[in-house]
């Protein structure tokens, strides 16, 4: 079932700006990743941040956590046409369950 | 890295045949790998678990009768779609962790497009 929620459900921005997609989750987690599918692709793996932490970073990206509101958000910074793309998020209740995916944002990035 | 690769990545069949589908770890042991299922600009859902050595576990309303699993090693997950109809049609994607990486998220194959005419 799904249990994760995006949104925006569709972003559309100017190369430079950033870009901030939310997911809300319902159950508890072990660890909440995100990925990123280009159109007709599979997916790749972003980032995971455990239920133990509160932000994490890898490059442009920034994950925050917030396990008492069941949120997190995935925050690009300085935007790139090849950042267009759909964003998912998904929750893992432990660390060897499957995940669960959210229904993802689909950014758009103008040059 | 930890590399997956799924074969075909499109495929075209008539109504009633059936169609195959590989997931391959390429350098990695993987005892578990995962099939979605994605129709257009949607998200994945999970349709079965399958496990080297044993009987995949299926979803809630997926038939197993018709999506077949066989993980018969440590680095080759199958799907086929038996007797496929135009409503089997999709993105289908398989996924697979190495095992012990578990602050490391899933490696996704690139996918297959089904179409079934």
């Known amino acids: 079932s799904q249990q994760g929620e995006e949104d925006p459900q569709a972003l559309s921005i100017q190369e430079g700006e950033n870009a901030t997609m939310n997911c809300s989750y319902k159950?508890?987690?072990?660890?909440l990743q995100w990925y990123r599918q280009n159109s007709g692709r599979g997916l790749v793996h972003l980032i995971l941040?455990?239920?133990?932490?509160r932000e994490k970073h890898s490059g442009r990206l920034r994950v925050t956590l917030d396990t008492s509101k069941k949120s997190s958000s995935l925050l690009i910074t300085a935007s790139r046409a090849a950042d267009t793309a759909s964003y998912f998020c998904?929750?893992?209740?432990?660390?060897?369950?499957?995940?669960?995916f959210g229904k993802g944002t689909m950014l758009l990035v103008s040059p | 890295g930890a590399v997956v690769s799924q074969h075909p990545s499109r495929v075209i069949c008539k109504s009633g045949t059936s169609v195959k589908i590989e997931c391959r770890s390429l350098?990695?042991?993987?005892?578990?790998m995962f099939w979605y299922r994605q129709f257009p600009k949607q998200s994945l859902m999970l349709m079965a678990t399958?496990?080297?050595?044993?009987?995949?576990?299926?979803e809630q309303g997926v038939e197993k009768d018709k999506f077949l699993i066989n993980h018969a090693s440590l680095t080759l997950s199958t799907l086929t779609v038996t007797s496929a109809h135009p409503e089997d049609s999709s993105f289908y994607i398989c996924?697979?962790?190495?095992?012990?990486?578990?602050?490391?998220?899933?490696?996704f194959g690139s996918g297959t497009r089904l179409t079934v005419v």
């Open positions: 996924s697979a962790r190495k095992v012990g990486q578990t602050n490391y998220g899933y490696t």
């Open positions: 159950t508890s987690i072990n660890n």
């Open positions: 941040i455990r239920s133990n932490e």
């Open positions: 998904a929750t893992a209740p432990s660390g060897y369950s499957t995940l669960t």
């Open positions: 350098d990695f042991q993987a005892t578990t």
């Open positions: 399958s496990n080297e050595g044993s009987k995949a576990t299926y």
